[in-house]
């Protein structure tokens, strides 16, 4: 018995609808991108294994897909076995054994997976779209002008456990600015998300913004720099744990009730972005380096405010500490409508050395990237896509006969040259079949071509939502599927 059809757990497949929905969402943000004056690349689905691993940490290694190299790994059963099973495999069994491959005790079996995935695959498929833009920056560097304005909009692949809005294969959208380290970058990147949402109709979102040098100002002035991370993921969670939570995490990860007096002004962080800054300023005046990071936030905060947002806010948001392996600089992260219970659908940062883990020191960058799969979610729940978003064609010409498909052939051929979807049904069956199959494809017209239309040089245009029926020369059919 054949195998019921499936697809592997964490990928999806996408009908008409959706693939037009989607669609609809990345070219906005396509052509937003290029307003702005990014360039578009490419890189490839899969790259050398050694491009990848190290780069995302201990947990991030473990997510990516590695490839299977082809080849016959058993073809020196030897050798394999000493990469798999260890060096000292050949001293404890003999040569006799190891050709047989009996059962033998335990320890047989303590294979050393690092070694046997080296000696098994040499490729991995894509964790994100960033490592690859700092391999290709490199590989590229005497071809590139600079800055270096770029964006991709690829797919990547997670070894993750697939649950709802987390899957193993899913689209980045990222927009990069290489070889500057001008604040007016981070000004240009918080008015492109406000341009691309308020595009997409969905008003009110909120840019969240932070600055990993107020976050190292904060972690020096209460004398914890040496746990800086520790100190920022469970300021991180003030929104899930509350402060007792977080001060609760703090102090079991070895940060001092001293320390906790000192920071707590941050558990009551409210005003404008204005008031922040002043708040800010009061806390980390002893800070050289929280002071830069404040006056960082002032450039881009001042600035945003006289250029002016048309539907999204900014706002400073102390807690955010996205990105702390590698972000140096702003840290950002958009919040969807408050109506809307959803997760980020945007964030980034700068980072001021992303190339020189390719060896190409002191690039600095910053870039953003768009959540699509959660943007369609939050489009979805408000209703959002226009109507005009679809996949279906405007009308369906009725097939009687040879010559009457000819004719309306003909029509057919004018009105796509005009980029009007229509299309003519392929078989001379029962009209109320045919008429059957626009109802399910939500086809809103139909047009009927018999003798008389022929003979008349017209065409009967039928409304299948009203049920209207009207005769057309070309011209209004033309002109009433353009409506």
Not at 5 to 10: A, Y
Not at 265 to 271: A, H, T, W
Not at 335 to 355: H, N
Not at 397 to 408: P, Q
Request: glycine share 8%; hydrophobic share 40%; proline share 3%.
């Amino acid at each position: 018995m054949a195998s019921k059809p499936s697809i592997p757990k964490g990928t999806r497949d996408f009908s008409p609808a959706e693939v037009s929905k989607r669609q609809y969402i990345i070219q906005t943000i396509k052509t937003n991108f290029e307003r702005f004056g990014f360039q578009p690349i490419e890189t490839p689905s899969f790259e050398n294994s050694e491009t990848l691993m190290g780069k995302y940490g201990e947990e991030g290694d473990r997510l990516i897909f590695k490839i299977l190299d082809s080849g016959d790994y058993l073809k020196d059963i030897k050798d394999f076995s000493q990469i798999v099973f260890g060096d000292d495999f050949k001293t404890k069994y003999k040569d006799e054994d190891i050709d047989g491959m009996p059962s033998t005790d335990g320890d047989f079996f303590k294979i050393d997976s690092k070694k046997l995935t080296r000696f098994i695959s040499e490729k991995a498929l894509r964790y994100d779209l960033t490592v690859p833009f700092a391999r290709y920056v490199v590989q590229h560097q005497n071809e590139i002008e600079f800055p270096f304005k770029r964006y991709q909009i690829q797919p990547v692949w997670r070894a993750d456990r697939p649950q709802k809005g987390r899957f193993r294969e899913f689209f980045q959208c990222d927009a990069d600015v290489v070889g500057s380290k001008s604040l007016w970058q981070e000004v240009e990147l918080v008015q492109l998300y406000d341009t691309v949402f308020s595009s997409l109709g969905l008003e009110g979102v909120t840019i969240k913004i932070n600055n990993r040098k107020i976050l190292s100002g904060i972690a020096e002035v209460i004398g914890a720099s040496d746990k800086l991370i520790d100190f920022t993921v469970a300021l991180d969670k003030l929104d899930k744990i509350g402060e007792d939570g977080v001060k609760k995490e703090m102090i079991e990860k070895g940060i001092s009730e001293k320390a906790l007096i000192k920071v707590q002004p941050l558990f009551s962080f409210s005003g404008t972005f204005s008031d922040k800054i002043s708040q800010l300023s009061n806390l980390l005046t002893s800070s050289e380096e929280g002071m830069k990071g404040v006056e960082e936030l002032k450039f881009i905060c001042d600035n945003v405010a006289t250029l002016g947002l048309s539907t999204a806010t900014l706002d400073l948001d102390v807690t955010l500490a996205r990105g702390l392996n590698y972000y140096t600089g702003a840290i950002f992260e958009v919040e969807a409508p408050k109506t809307v219970s959803m997760g980020s659908i945007g964030g980034g940062g700068r980072y001021d050395d992303l190339t020189g883990i390719f060896g190409l020191k002191n690039m600095s960058g910053v870039g953003i990237s768009f959540g699509l799969d959660r943007i369609y979610l939050v489009l979805e729940e408000l209703q959002l896509f226009p109507e005009t978003v679809a996949a279906t064609s405007k009308a369906l010409f009725i097939n009687y006969g040879d010559a009457e498909a000819l004719y309306a052939s003909q029509a057919i051929q004018k009105l796509r040259k005009e980029n009007i979807k229509v299309e003519l049904y392929p078989d001379n069956v029962k009209v109320g079949k045919q008429f059957q199959y626009a109802d399910k494809r939500l086809i809103p017209f139909a047009v009927i071509v018999g003798d008389e239309e022929i003979a008349a040089n017209s065409y009967s245009l039928k409304n299948l939502v009203s049920g209207e029926q009207v005769s057309v020369d070309f011209e209004g059919l033309k002109k009433a599927l353009l409506d």
